[in-house]
């Protein structure tokens, strides 16, 4: 897991370092400066308007909550110190202890986001192809919440137990800890390349999948599939919007995660099998922008969030004043009937006549596909 996070694994030490340009390295802490300020500023934001708004704690935000917490976990611990230790660096600076101690918890930031869109997707999934289900309770999102605690805790438990400092110059001399490179030491070369395989498949390849066959389902459903016992041209009145911004949504999170993590895995592979491309000249670039690419999926959610959903947009211009004396019609409208004002939130629904001779199931069915649909939206 570590050579995923730190330049410093067992095929780059090595070789020599080759520190990119000063200019180079300047762009490098403003993009990684921005991430890391964007995704704190962002994902707290995000926490605030959950804990904050008694409208807003349903178990989908939950869920959107949890994943806050990992990406804030990432943006304080492993953009900052994998930044400073390989960028600047080029050695582990903060000691013998915190080496173990700062890989593990950034591995576990790591899994929690992936476990928790996965288990969003899920939750999606089933709310969207089986509407008549009662929806999932905050008690039982809890739960669900505490098992990809459990598993991304779990995961990356050999990381913790194998990563240690050791001297630059790779003689084992463990003495000078502030002094040597924070890396995994492996008994075997195929060892950590296993290892490696199984991390990647776990973070990245199975949660991938996962996301792409249940979103892929769910956007069938909702643009293409008539649910039953509805009319075509009521069912558009009502849910034409809702489908528009959850599938635009949906497809906008899984294409960031895929597409942010794909160059540093694509570079894992790559130099396990070719070490040798480690000692050409452009490959500290070309792995820190990777890292960095990787790294930066912790901003784009807040981004997300405000870009595509209008109750969070509601919630992130109070919080900032941008619309202090904004008319409560407005704000409803802004807000899809939903809007944010300090420590509450009303919630107008403007529900659209049925016809007079839809039967009592037909509405159920309507009204839990309607809130289903609703809530995909966040």
Avoid at 38 to 58: D, E, K, S, Y
Avoid at 156 to 185: K, M
Avoid at 248 to 270: D, E, G, N, Q, R
Wanted: glycine share 2%; proline share 5%; with cysteine.
């Amino acid at each position: 897991m570590d050579e995923q996070f730190n330049f410093s694994n067992s095929n780059i030490t090595e070789l020599e370092y080759k520190p990119p340009p000063m200019y180079v390295q300047m762009i490098f802490v403003l993009v990684y400066g921005l991430v890391v300020l964007v995704a704190v500023g962002g994902n707290v934001l995000v926490c605030h308007i959950i804990l904050i708004c008694q409208r807003m704690r349903t178990a989908t935000n939950l869920f959107l909550l949890n994943l806050a917490i990992s990406d804030i976990l990432m943006a304080i611990l492993c953009i900052p110190l994998t930044f400073v230790s390989t960028v600047m660096l080029n050695y582990w600076p903060f000691g013998n202890v915190m080496c173990p101690v700062v890989t593990y918890i950034q591995a576990v930031s790591v899994f929690l986001s992936a476990f928790t869109l996965v288990a969003m997707s899920m939750d999606r999934y089933v709310a969207v192809l089986h509407p008549l289900r009662p929806k999932l309770t905050n008690t039982q999102a809890v739960k669900i919440i505490a098992v990809t605690w459990v598993l991304a805790m779990a995961a990356p438990l050999p990381t913790a137990i194998v990563s240690r400092v050791l001297n630059e110059n790779s003689d084992g001399n463990e003495s000078d800890a502030f002094n040597g490179l924070c890396q995994e030491i492996w008994e075997h070369d195929y060892q950590r390349q296993s290892y490696s395989m199984v991390i990647m498949f776990l973070q990245y390849f199975i949660p991938l999948i996962v996301l792409i066959f249940t979103y892929a389902r769910i956007g069938y459903i909702v643009w293409i599939k008539s649910p039953p016992g509805e009319a075509v041209r009521n069912r558009d009145e009502r849910m034409a919007a809702s489908k528009r911004k959850m599938v635009k949504m949906m497809i906008a999170m899984v294409a960031i995660y895929a597409l942010s993590w794909l160059p540093l895995h694509a570079i894992t592979l790559i130099g396990d099998q070719y070490p040798d491309i480690y000692s050409e000249d452009y490959m500290n670039i070309v792995w820190i922008a990777a890292h960095w690419t990787a790294m930066s999926h912790s901003c784009y959610n807040p981004i997300v969030y405000f870009s595509m959903n209008s109750k969070f947009r509601a919630g992130f211009l109070r919080i900032f004043k941008c619309c202090p004396r904004m008319k409560q019609e407005q704000l409803i409208n802004e807000s899809s009937k939903s809007y944010y004002h300090g420590t509450t939130c009303n919630t107008s629904v403007n529900m659209t006549s049925t016809p007079h001779k839809r039967n009592v199931i037909t509405n159920y069915y309507d009204r839990n596909n309607h809130e289903n649909i609703e809530s995909s939206v966040v």
